[in-house]
């Protein structure tokens, strides 16, 4: 890659103004470090991802509004989480997080169950009880 | 590039890097005195690799690793340099700040694992769950670290709290706190030899390993799975597939084409290092490989946005990696051969 072939696309979102260091030849067959302000290609593929993301959070969200969730379970998918880390952050067995994804028990919960799950997720526990009811926000 | 000053005064030069470990680690060496650059390293700790993982998955797809595992590059490189470090893990939070805030009034700046969801400084779009994010901390401010990320040009500020949330938060690869400094550095390092052996290193693992996963036989493994994958997967999820490698080979902070151009960089410094003509001309064999997957890379894009779809199919992006593992094969068989001739 020379140096005037080091992308340098516009992706203002994705990038949010940090450059990337490529390495990339100069005139003289030298390496040196160009930054780069962003690739469409590199967008696209973090853009895919991301947009994958959100759409499970936003389904897990809709699922609790319906009651076959917890809002456990929207919690953990905002934080990209799955039950093996939850439970390991939160100091609870596995098995149990996935019984508090079941929205009938997660009602039953301690408050201390609930305030270190709190502080796993690092929300408030009124959060925790209750989902955003348009859209998400992190 | 910016001037911070440690704790006890001494002047710390932040440059941009283009990998995260690397990065780290030469900026390590670097304030200890040893002028050392990042692709150095990078060769030194033999950190090029291939391994595709279809069993362990990040963000539900399989992985195609392009370098050795997070962690073996600071290790290798501080054992081939004769660096003596500290390197600690730890159960408890408290106890693992406690320690980095008494090692960083000591004017020891300090490398750390991290998490790159829960580092508040991170953007959006970058941030999941990967717990093997190298940055340094360079001292203490009110409430707070200043720290050198090396894949961002400038220094952050970063909150304590966030900071340690970062560092111990379980997830893949569990960092525990992971934290490193140096002890003592040995002013002149043997980089020759190091070089050798981290050549050496690298070959063997391209080459030698015998399982059908890693070096260039993962490489046709993966080839033969992008080939396959529309009829296997069907023609979204094969997309999404791609979509997952091509990040491998260009986001997760690779400097571009799977860290192929990084090592061109260390070919090159070392052609001048030893003199030889043959180094020089494997520098630029791998700068073509690093064009071939950036080739790989537009027309999987091109691919996903089904654009010119006549001329643009799973196989060409599978023919790709094929040309790659066959161009790979054959400079690391010529690595081996002019490594032997090299004197340290």
Known sequence: MKVNEVPQDDVPDYSEGIKKGNYALDDQGKYVMVPSKGWDVDELTNRLAFNEYKAKVEETRKAVLEGKKSPLAYYMELRQMIPKFLGKTAGIATFRVKRHLRPEIFAKLKESVLDSYAKALEITKEELKTVPHNSQER | ?344
């Open chain 2, 1 to 344: 590039m910016t001037t911070e000053l440690a704790a006890n005064g001494k002047p710390f030069v932040h440059h941009q890097a283009a990998h995260c470990e690397t990065g780290v680690t030469s900026a390590l060496f670097r304030y200890q005195g040893v002028d050392i650059s990042e692709p150095m390293i990078f060769g030194i700790s033999s950190g090029i690799f291939f391994g595709y993982l279809p069993f362990m998955k990040l963000s539900h797809l399989p992985i195609s690793a392009f370098r050795a595992k997070p962690g073996s590059v600071f290790r290798k490189a501080a054992k081939r340099l004769g660096g003596d470090f500290v390197i600690k893990t730890y159960r408890d939070p408290q106890k693992g700040m406690d320690e980095l805030r008494q090692v960083l009034k000591t004017g020891q700046i300090v490398g750390l694992a991290t998490n790159l969801y829960w580092l508040p400084y991170m953007s959006e779009r970058h941030r999941h769950n990967f717990s093997g994010h190298n940055i340094i901390v360079i001292r203490e401010i009110e409430n707070g670290f200043r720290i050198s990320d090396p894949t961002i040009g400038y220094l952050v500020d970063c909150l304590a709290d966030g900071l340690e949330r970062a560092r111990f938060v379980p997830g893949p690869l569990n960092p525990r706190g992971y934290m490193y400094y140096t002890k003592s550095v040995n002013p002149h390092p043997d980089l020759r030899g190091a070089c050798i052996k981290g050549m050496k290193d690298s070959c063997n693992l391209m080459l030698r390993i015998p399982l059908p996963i890693f070096g260039v036989r993962g490489m046709r493994f993966l080839a033969k799975k992008v080939i396959k994958s529309p009829d296997k997967l069907g023609f979204q999820e094969a997309c999404r597939h791609l979509a997952g490698t091509v990040r491998w080979v260009e986001e997760t902070g690779t400097g571009g084409a799977g860290f192929r151009y990084m090592y061109a960089v260390f070919m090159q410094e070392a052609a001048e290092l030893f003199g030889s003509e043959d180094l020089a001309q494997l520098s630029r064999d791998m700068t073509a490989i690093g064009d071939t997957w950036r080739e790989f890379s537009v027309v999987a894009a091109r691919i996903i946005k089904q654009r010119g779809k006549e001329e643009e199919t799973f196989a060409k992006a599978g023919g790709l990696i094929f040309k790659c593992a066959d161009r790979e094969e054959a400079f690391f068989k010529n690595l081996q051969k002019v490594v032997r001739k090299l004197k340290a």
